[in-house]
C-alpha cells in the first residue's frame, strides 16, 4: 500500500466532509444516551445504596433486613452479565412478554441499570467507611437520621467514592456506543451505514476519532483525580 | 406467568438450541482464556518497561495507554476487522477478536500493574541493584512479588471486565456464546436461547464478580 492509497481509504477528505453532518447528528444521540443514563443511573444507584444501609441496621426487625437479598442479587447479576447481553435481551427477548421499549429507551434503561448496580456498589463501601460515631454524633445533636444521612454522611462519602465513580462512569459511556447493535442510530450505526455505502472505511475513522476527542480528556480527568485523592 | 415460562424458559426450544449454545461457549472460553493471558502479558511488558523510566518509550507508552482506554472497545473491534484488511492485514475473526481484546486489555493492565510497581519504594530498586542484581531480578524477585497485594483487586477487577467484553466478539460475526444464541433466537423465534446465554454468564461470572468484591474489601484498607 502506498501513500496515495492510505489517504484514499482512512482520511479521504471527500468521504470526511460528506459524512460528517451525519456523523455528528448520530454523536448528539449518543450522547443523549449517555447523559440520560449517568443523571439516572448515579441517582437510582445513590438511592439504592442508601435504602441498603439503612435496611442493613440491626435494631431493624429482620423482615426489613432481609430486603437486602433482592438488591443484591439485582446488583451481582447486573455487574456479573456483559452489558451487550443485558441491551439484547431487555430489546428483543421483553416484547415476548408484550413489554415493547424504544430504541433508544431500551438502551438508556440498560445503562441506567447496569451503572446504578456498580454506583450502588461503590456508595455502600464509601458509605459504611464514614465513621459510625459521626451518625451518632449528629443523632446525639437532634438531627435526625435521613437528614445526618444526607448532610453528614453522603457529602463524605462522594469525595471518597469519586476516583472509582468517575472511572465507572466513562466505562459506561462507552458502553453506549454498543446501542447500534439494537439499531439505535447512534454516531457507531451512522459511521457503519457510511462506511457500507461509500465502501470506504473513512466514516469508521472519523467515528473513532470523535469518540477518542470524545472521552480522551475524561480520561485524563479521572486518572489525576485518582492521583491527587490518593495522597 | 406462563407466558413467561413459556416465552423464556421453554425447555423444548432450549433442547434444540443446547448445541449451539455448546459450540458458543466453548469458543468463548477459548477466547476469554487466550486474551486475557495476552493481555496480563502485554501489560506487564508495558509497565515494567515504563518503570526503565526511558523518555521516548514512556511517551510513546502514554500515547498507547490514553487511546485504548478512550475508544470504546466495540469500534476497535470493528477497526481492526473491518479496516485493517485494507492495509492487507486480514485477520480471520476469531483473531480480530483476540488481537482487539489485547490491544483494549493491555491498555488497563499496564497501568494497574504500573501503579502496584510505583506502590513500592524506589529505593528498593535502588538497593537490589547495588547488591549487584540486574533489573530483570530486581523486577522479579523484588518489586514484582511486592507489588501483588497493590495488583491483585483492580486486575482481577479488569479481567472480568475484559470476559465481559468478549460478547462484543459477536458484533464481527464470531460464533461465540451470544452470536450462537442469537442465531437460535432468530430461527427459533423464542428468546429462550437469549435468556439462557444470559445464565450461563451469570454462572460462569458471578464467582469473579464476588471475588472482586471480596478482594476490594480485603485489599482496600
Redesign the interface.
Known amino acids: 500500500?502506498n501513500l496515495h492509497?492510505l489517504f484514499y481509504?482512512?482520511f479521504n477528505y471527500k468521504f470526511f466532509i460528506l459524512t460528517l453532518p451525519d456523523l455528528l447528528k448520530g454523536l448528539v444521540v449518543t450522547i443523549e444516551i449517555a447523559a440520560l443514563s449517568l443523571i439516572l443511573g448515579f441517582l437510582w444507584g445513590l438511592v439504592l445504596a442508601v435504602i441498603r444501609v439503612m435496611i442493613k441496621r440491626p435494631e431493624n426487625p429482620l423482615v426489613v433486613r432481609l430486603i437486602n437479598i433482592p438488591i443484591a442479587i439485582y446488583v451481582?447479576?447486573l455487574?456479573?452479565?456483559?452489558?451487550?447481553?443485558?441491551l439484547?435481551?431487555i430489546y428483543?427477548?421483553l416484547p415476548?412478554?408484550?413489554i415493547t421499549i424504544p430504541r433508544f429507551w431500551a438502551a438508556v434503561l440498560t445503562f441506567v441499570l447496569i451503572l446504578s448496580a456498580f454506583a450502588e456498589?461503590i456508595f455502600r463501601?464509601t458509605i459504611e467507611a464514614i465513621d459510625f460515631g459521626q451518625i451518632e454524633a449528629a443523632r446525639s445533636l437532634g438531627i435526625s437520621y435521613i437528614q445526618s444521612m444526607i448532610s453528614v454522611v453522603i457529602p463524605q462519602a462522594f469525595r471518597i467514592a469519586l476516583p472509582p465513580l468517575t472511572s465507572r462512569l466513562?466505562?459506561i459511556t462507552?458502553?453506549?456506543?454498543?446501542a447500534?447493535?439494537i439499531g439505535v442510530a447512534d454516531l457507531?450505526k451512522k459511521a457503519?451505514a457510511a462506511?457500507s455505502l461509500y465502501a470506504n472505511?473513512t466514516p469508521?475513522?472519523s467515528?473513532?476519532l470523535l469518540?477518542?476527542l470524545?472521552?480522551?480528556p475524561?480520561?485524563?480527568l479521572s486518572?489525576r483525580l485518582e492521583k491527587k485523592l490518593a495522597e | 406467568m406462563e407466558?413467561?415460562i413459556y416465552?423464556?424458559f421453554n425447555i423444548e426450544v432450549l433442547l434444540r438450541a443446547r448445541y449451539l449454545l455448546w459450540l458458543g461457549l466453548q469458543v468463548t472460553l477459548k477466547l476469554a482464556f487466550l486474551s486475557l493471558l495476552l493481555a496480563i502479558l502485554a501489560g506487564l511488558l508495558l509497565a515494567v518497561l515504563r518503570h526503565l523510566n526511558n523518555p521516548v518509550l514512556n511517551v510513546l507508552i502514554i500515547i498507547y495507554v490514553?487511546?485504548f482506554?478512550?475508544?470504546?472497545?466495540?469500534?476497535l473491534f470493528?477497526?481492526v476487522y473491518?479496516?485493517w484488511p485494507?492495509?492487507?492485514i486480514s485477520l480471520p475473526r476469531y483473531w480480530s477478536a483476540v488481537v482487539a481484546l489485547m490491544i483494549n486489555g493491555a491498555a488497563y493492565f499496564e497501568?494497574i500493574f504500573r501503579a502496584g510497581i510505583e506502590s513500592i519504594d524506589r529505593g528498593q530498586t535502588e538497593a537490589a541493584r547495588a547488591l549487584g542484581l540486574n533489573f530483570t531480578q530486581t523486577m522479579f524477585s523484588v518489586i514484582l512479588p511486592q507489588a501483588v497485594k497493590v495488583v491483585l483487586p483492580p486486575a482481577t477487577s479488569n479481567s472480568l471486565?475484559l470476559i465481559?467484553?468478549?460478547?462484543?466478539a459477536?458484533?464481527i460475526a464470531l460464533p461465540e456464546l451470544?452470536r450462537q444464541a442469537?442465531q437460535a433466537?432468530g430461527s427459533l423465534a423464542?428468546?429462550t436461547p437469549?435468556?439462557a446465554?444470559?445464565l450461563i454468564?451469570?454462572v460462569l461470572?458471578?464467582p469473579?464478580?464476588?471475588l472482586t468484591?471480596y478482594l476490594?474489601?480485603t485489599y482496600?484498607k
Open positions: 500500500m492509497d481509504y482512512f451481582d447479576v455487574r456479573a452479565i456483559p452489558p451487550l447481553v443485558t439484547v435481551v428483543y427477548a415476548f412478554v408484550n456498589e463501601a466513562i466505562a462507552k458502553d453506549v456506543s454498543m447500534s447493535v457507531l457503519r462506511q472505511p469508521l475513522f467515528a473513532a469518540f477518542t470524545l472521552f480522551l475524561l480520561v485524563r486518572m | 407466558a413467561i416465552n423464556f490514553d487511546l482506554r478512550a475508544l470504546p472497545t466495540i469500534v470493528m477497526l473491518f479496516t485494507y492495509f492487507g497501568e471486565e465481559k467484553t468478549t460478547v462484543l459477536s458484533v451470544m442469537q433466537h423464542s428468546p437469549l435468556i446465554a444470559a454468564y451469570l461470572l458471578w469473579l464478580v464476588r468484591s476490594e474489601k482496600g
